[in-house]
């Protein structure tokens, strides 16, 4: 029987051969795909013949990854952008996550949910088939990576508060549709549904769910949506700037989706350490230059960034299709992000919003612009979800309580300032 999939229906992909991904990621392989790699002959390629393709992943590690060049690119990636090993044995002799990337398989109760990773300039700017065209394609991935009979995972909790009040997956599913659908009406525009979900979900956050089940969580829900809604006023403009606490904590988030972790600190870890250390310093400070955590974010001082950039023409139908490919693919709570709650998962993922528009702004700056444009707005996506839900620094405790902290206040106030 063909493995039930929820498939991402809004996104399109198709690999435009950019090498992107084959420069950022760190590439970790079994030692099957160790034994492979080294059985395919590259010590007779001219390109390859005095390079260690395959090294430990740390100095003391019996674990394997992919070695890269000084600027941090897979030794395997060819200047034309394509993959020597995928040219020279076909796709099938990749490692394993060069395959699957940019998709991702979750848990979904008796389904498993497909979402995609932003961090692929091809997601972002939506270009290949639909999900429904590259279905093939996609079981054939999925059959690789999750069993044959996936056993069923305990959804995840719901709130921070009551970690405990487990939902079964039927309601579970309830609180993902409703998610999604607040995202499905484009009319109010994206900013709008956005902070009608911020206000929800904080709803959600504070119920006990001991006894709201079955049709009294339909009827919670279809009491809390539209009351949601109503709360967002008509004129945004309303809504006050962001304390100075919640800009700190919130640039403080940004310099961890604006770190660039190359696979060439490895070699220089404490050079690393200290560039992230003293750019965190810098970033709590909020005044003079922001630090130079990576080539392209040139170092603008912060006020710039505080002014208005405006709302780029692209915003509301990528930020619709990112929040809804993510809440459908279960791709922001759970065993996908760090196994917090659905609310916690889901202010998370609003955060990413002002991020890539803070970013977004930090690259116009650098470029001499005082408003954004989509490119910029998509090359911010990009680093942003490179991060989010697979950093380790945003899943150690002092990032998440930041997170938790800015969901109690500033969240919808930073949505609002960073989107004019
Ligand atoms: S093995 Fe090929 S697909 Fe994988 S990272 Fe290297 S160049 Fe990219």
Known sequence: MPLPLELP?????????????????????????????????????ADLKSVRTVVPLGRWSRRWRLNHTA?????????????RIHAQFGEAAKPLACRVYPYAFHPSGKRVAVSLRYSCPSVVANHGPTAKEAEKDIR????????????????PAVSTGNRLD?????????LIDALDESFADPAPGFLRNLLGAVFWVSLVEQASFEKIRGARLDEFLSLVRPAAAAEVPQDLSEFVAPTAVGHMMFRLLVGQYARLETTADLNHP??????????????????????????????????????????????????????????GG????????????????????????????????WLAAADDRSSITNEDLFAALAMADHHHG?????????????????????LPKLCVWYSR
């Open 270 to 327: 404490w050079r690393a350490r200290w560039r992230n250390v003293s750019g965190s310093i810098r970033l709590t400070r909020g005044k003079g230059l922001l630090p130079p955590l990576r080539r392209e974010l040139k170092p603008v001082p912060f006020e710039a960034l505080e002014e208005p950039f405006g709302w780029p023409a692209a915003a509301d139908e990528l930020f619709s299709r990112y929040v809804r490919t993510k809440v």
């Open 9 to 45: 229906v809004l996104q399109r992909w198709g690999c435009q051969s950019c090498g992107e991904c084959c420069k950022r990621h760190l590439v970790e392989i079994t030692g099957d795909e160790r034994d492979r790699i080294l059985s395919q002959g590259w010590e007779h390629d």
């Open 71 to 83: 600027d941090g690119s897979c030794v395997f990636l060819r200047p034309d952008g394509l993959c």
């Open 166 to 174: 487990r939902l079964d997956w039927p309601d579970f599913r309830k």
């Open 330 to 361: 279960m791709h922001f709570c759970g065993p996908a992000y760090y196994d917090v709650p659905f609310t916690e998962g889901f202010f998370a993922l609003a955060l990413v919003v002002p991020a890539t528009l803070y970013l977004a702004r």
């Open 390 to 410: 697979y950093s380790p620094f945003l899943a150690g405790s002092s990032a998440r309580s930041r997170v938790r902290a800015l969901a109690k206040g500033d």
């Open 140 to 155: 054939r991935l999925a059959k690789a990576v999750v069993p044959d009979r996936p056993r069923e995972t305990p959804p």
